[in-house]
């Protein structure tokens, strides 16, 4: 496929639905963006000792996070390089190397090959070209990104306008770190684009998510009313976007001496026995979370309260992780009222993430129909987005990822 097709299959205000539904642009999609951008895989809380790994994947290509002995970041292809096995098996934990359980290759925290068995049978065999292949690795505020591609723009500079959202949503750890917490995994029957889609796309949200709705007390209820809130969507360049709901709730610092919401008064009361008022109402405002969703591209979003990580696993199915985050350090109490409030919308038996994946699916099936032409409209808020803003329920999220969509595709 050339450029010229990918360049007709994204226009300023549609995109054609063979984006969810072509293998070819798919494979396409893998190599053009997966292999050559900027890719999350972890939360430097994920490891925070010399030896702690993670197994993830980049795109569809097995890797292996880990901090080394320096105290250094590495992401690492989950690949032996003798007949190509992977070196590790389990999900995350805490290892001195690495060794292939085919033929015993043994690789350092660094990914350096340390030793193989029975060396004499090998003529002129030098060790330090077979190491374990090496991603390049950049971090911003506890993100780790990698990218296949080793001569990228810095992280700093695809980030770009980005950067001061990431900063303020990084403050839900109420002047502790943030953490990992745990995480729900699954996957739906659909491409991944119509979950980047979803992150900022707050026209379904009185609609799919009506049950969540009913099920919040007033005043959360009114608090999640926002369509005339004040909040909109901007474009913040390289297929970033933010989608602001609860414009209150953007800088979780300010407004400390607003009333304790009801909800969380008995928390509050008991963090008093530890902590000053200053730092309590700190740590209360930050449990509910940021009042906005952050979409970056190509795979993570900083949604409210939580990271949501979408893995393309084919052109009709995509793995999603729900991450949790806390206060690192933070009190016990304040933790666990994040976690039952994830629990809440984003576990599997929450009143959000079933309803979600349902559309999902259907935007798949419906993509098979025979409309003609068989487009996907992206085009609300289209004539509102003076400075790349619109309001809450424009697409602009939407069109910028296309945008950046179509400038890889077409590099």
């Not at 999640?224 to 800088?251: K, Q, T, W």
């Not at 309803?355 to 259907?362: L, M, N, Q, T, V």
Request: aromatic fraction near 10%.
């Amino acid at each position: 496929m050339t450029s010229r097709d990918f360049d007709a299959l994204v226009l300023p205000d549609r995109v054609h639905s063979s984006l969810y539904r072509d293998p070819a642009i798919f494979e396409e999609e893998m190599d053009r963006i997966f292999n050559r951008s900027w890719v999350w895989v972890a939360h430097e809380s994920d490891i925070p000792k010399a030896g702690d790994f993670l197994t993830t994947h980049v795109g569809r290509q097995p890797v292996i996070v880990n901090r080394d002995r320096k105290g250094d970041i590495r992401v690492m292809v989950n690949r032996c390089r003798h007949r190509g096995a992977t070196v590790c098996e389990a999900r995350r934990g805490n290892a001195a190397g690495f060794v292939c359980p085919y033929h015993a290759w043994t690789y350092s925290q660094d990914g350096s090959l340390r030793g193989v068995p029975l060396p004499k049978g090998y003529k002129d065999f030098d060790k330090a070209e077979y190491g374990l292949v090496q991603l390049r690795v950049e971090t911003y505020a506890g993100l780790v990104f990698a990218t296949f591609n080793h001569d990228i723009e810095p992280l700093d500079t695809f980030l770009g306008r980005a950067k001061p959202w990431i900063d303020l949503f990084m403050k839900q750890g109420g002047g502790f770190p943030v953490k990992t917490m745990g995480e729900h995994r699954f996957t739906f029957p659909g491409n991944w684009k119509i979950q980047l889609e979803n992150t900022t796309d707050a026209y379904h949200f009185p609609i799919v998510h009506k049950s969540f709705l009913t099920s919040l007390d007033n005043a959360t209820e009114d608090l999640f009313s926002f369509m005339d809130a004040g909040g909109y969507v901007e474009d913040l360049g390289n297929g970033h976007s933010v989608m602001v709901m609860i414009p209150e709730l953007v800088d979780l610092d300010d407004n400390l001496d607003a009333d304790i919401p009801d909800r969380f008064a008995d928390i509050a009361e008991e963090l008093r026995r530890d902590y000053p008022e200053e730092q309590v109402r700190k740590i209360v405002r930050a449990i509910g979370g940021s009042g906005f969703n952050l979409n970056l591209f190509p795979n993570l979003a900083c949604s409210m309260a939580f990271f949501r990580v979408l893995r393309p696993l084919a052109v009709d199915e995509t793995e999603i992780r729900h991450i949790a985050i806390g206060m690192d350090g933070g009190p016990d109490i304040a933790n666990r009222a994040r976690l039952r409030l994830h629990e809440h919308f984003q576990g599997p038996m929450g009143f959000g993430t079933p309803d979600d994946a349902e559309a999902w699916e259907r935007v798949q099936r419906g993509s098979a129909g025979s409309a003609d032409p068989a487009w996907i409209m992206v085009n609300r808020g289209e004539d509102k987005t003076a400075a790349n803003a619109g309001d809450v329920t424009a697409e602009t999220g939407m069109r910028a990822a296309y945008q950046m969509w179509k400038r890889m595709m077409s590099a």
